[in-house]
Structure formats: structure tokens, C-alpha cells
């Protein structure tokens, strides 16, 4: 996809019809987002600024229960799939279709955590300083601290939350399921080279100047996040929902 030519192509095909043809993409980045990818690609017009965005929003409490109660889940099974996808609908379809057939719940958790790390791998390296800030701020309090919207990652919040990445609790803001938290933590442990500034590179949040947040960031870095192994981890996490 990431060739002018195709690009060039694309738009002209939905766009010099007469209406003759609809195509529906997805994508895992918003419409602004791709835009900042593929604009510079070409050099003629924008090629998706003919595009109509729709979000897939996270799904209301009422709009989760009733389509899992309506696939044949039993309430303790509702609740093992709300613990490994919140309501995020792309993880929820996943570990949903992996707990059917088969009824095993430590399955259902890893197939969550393989579409998690696919989604979050791919997005991570085009998420703002601020998005990246926002994510790591709320792996590491667990909604337990007060909420940064106050500060410079307001907008990154937002976003995130509106996108089901992120989860308002506690007065504060928390990943927003199992499978977010234990990719989370596998970034942190894996991207530790031995001192702070090298930690923050990985991570790619070098080029974060706020310095309340960056002493923040340090205070984090000092907790040293254990690698969760994973099978233990997820019995330990997942007890007493089954």
C-alpha cells in the first residue's frame, strides 16, 4: 500500500465514478493519521481526503453483555472475556471466538494478547510522545494516581480513552484490559538497557521536554516492572473470574 502509485490509483477509483463504487477500508489508524502517512507519499492530491471516517468505538457496557449473552456465553465466561478485552471490540471478537469452540479460558487469554500485541506493535512507532506518555503513565498506576489531563497529555488521554485503549478508574486512568497490561509490561522490562535516558529511547519518549512529566517517567523507571512470565501470570490474573 505505501507506493504512490497505488495510492494515486486508489483515490482515483473512488473518487472520478459517479458513485459507482463504495469501498470501506480498516484501519487501525484514524483518517488524520493516515493521512500524515500517505500525504507525503504522493505528489498529487491527498489521496484519502475523499474519505469519510467511521469509528468502531468501544462497545457500551449494555452492547457487550447483550452480544455475549446472545453468542452463548455464561455470565463467569462474560466475565473471564471482559477481563481480557475490556470493550474493545476487535480483542473481544477475537478471544470470544477462540473461548467458543473450545472453552479454555488461558486460550482465549493468549489469542487476546496475540491481536493486543499486533495492534498496539503496529500503532506504537506512529503514536505521538504524548499518546506513548499517556499509555506508559497509565501501565504504571493502574488508575491510582491522579488523572494527567490536567497536563500536556489532556488531548492524548482523550483519545486514547475514546478509543478503547486506555479506561477512566479510580479517579484516575488505567490500560484498558489484561491484554494491553501484559504487552505493556513486556515494552517496559524489554526496552530497559540499563539507565533511564537509554529506557526512554527505546520506548521512543526521548524527545519528551516536560520535565514534570520526564521526573515522572524516572520515578517509574525505578519501580522495575517484573516480566510477567506468561502462563503464570495469566492463571493469576484470570483466578477467580472462572
Keep these: 500500500m505505501g507506493s504512490a502509485s497505488f495510492l494515486g490509483a486508489f483515490r482515483n477509483l473512488i473518487s472520478n465514478h459517479n458513485h459507482a463504487i463504495s469501498v470501506v477500508t480498516?484501519?487501525?489508524?484514524?483518517?488524520?493519521?493516515?493521512?500524515?502517512?500517505?500525504?507525503?507519499?504522493?505528489a498529487g492530491s491527498p489521496p484519502f481526503n475523499t474519505m469519510n471516517e467511521?469509528?468502531?468505538e468501544p462497545f457500551l457496557e449494555e452492547e457487550r453483555e447483550f452480544l455475549l449473552a446472545r453468542g452463548g456465553f455464561s455470565p463467569p465466561e462474560q466475565r473471564l472475556l471482559h477481563r481480557i478485552a475490556g470493550h474493545h471490540p476487535a480483542?473481544?471478537?477475537a478471544a470470544a471466538a477462540e473461548l467458543h469452540p473450545r472453552?479454555?479460558?488461558?486460550?482465549?487469554?493468549?489469542?487476546?494478547?496475540?491481536?493486543?500485541?499486533?495492534?498496539l506493535s503496529a500503532l506504537w512507532p506512529r503514536w505521538t510522545v504524548q499518546?506513548?506518555?499517556?499509555?506508559?503513565?497509565?501501565?504504571?498506576?493502574?488508575?491510582?494516581?491522579?488523572?494527567?489531563?490536567g497536563t500536556a497529555l489532556a488531548s492524548?488521554?482523550?483519545?486514547?480513552?475514546e478509543r478503547g485503549y486506555l479506561q477512566r478508574h479510580k479517579g484516575g486512568v488505567a490500560l484498558a484490559n489484561l491484554s494491553f497490561d501484559i504487552w505493556f509490561r513486556r515494552k517496559v522490562v524489554e526496552a530497559d538497557s540499563g539507565d533511564f535516558v537509554g529506557w526512554l529511547a527505546a520506548l521512543e519518549l526521548g524527545g519528551l521536554s516536560d520535565p514534570r512529566l520526564r521526573g515522572q517517567l524516572e520515578r517509574f523507571y525505578?519501580?522495575?516492572?517484573?516480566?510477567?512470565d506468561l502462563a503464570p501470570y495469566l492463571e493469576t490474573q484470570l483466578r477467580g473470574v472462572l
Aim: charged letters at 20%.
Design 26 to 42: 480498516a484501519s487501525r489508524l484514524s483518517l488524520e493519521e493516515l493521512g500524515a502517512y500517505a500525504n507525503p507519499l504522493c
Design 54 to 56: 467511521e469509528r468502531l
Design 91 to 93: 480483542l473481544l471478537g
Design 103 to 119: 472453552r479454555h479460558p488461558l486460550a482465549a487469554a493468549r489469542k487476546g494478547l496475540d491481536v493486543a500485541a499486533q495492534s
Design 131 to 149: 499518546q506513548k506518555t499517556a499509555f506508559v503513565w497509565a501501565g504504571f498506576t493502574a488508575g491510582e494516581a491522579p488523572d494527567p489531563s
Design 156 to 161: 492524548a488521554v482523550g483519545g486514547l480513552v
Design 222 to 228: 525505578q519501580q522495575k516492572l517484573p516480566h510477567p
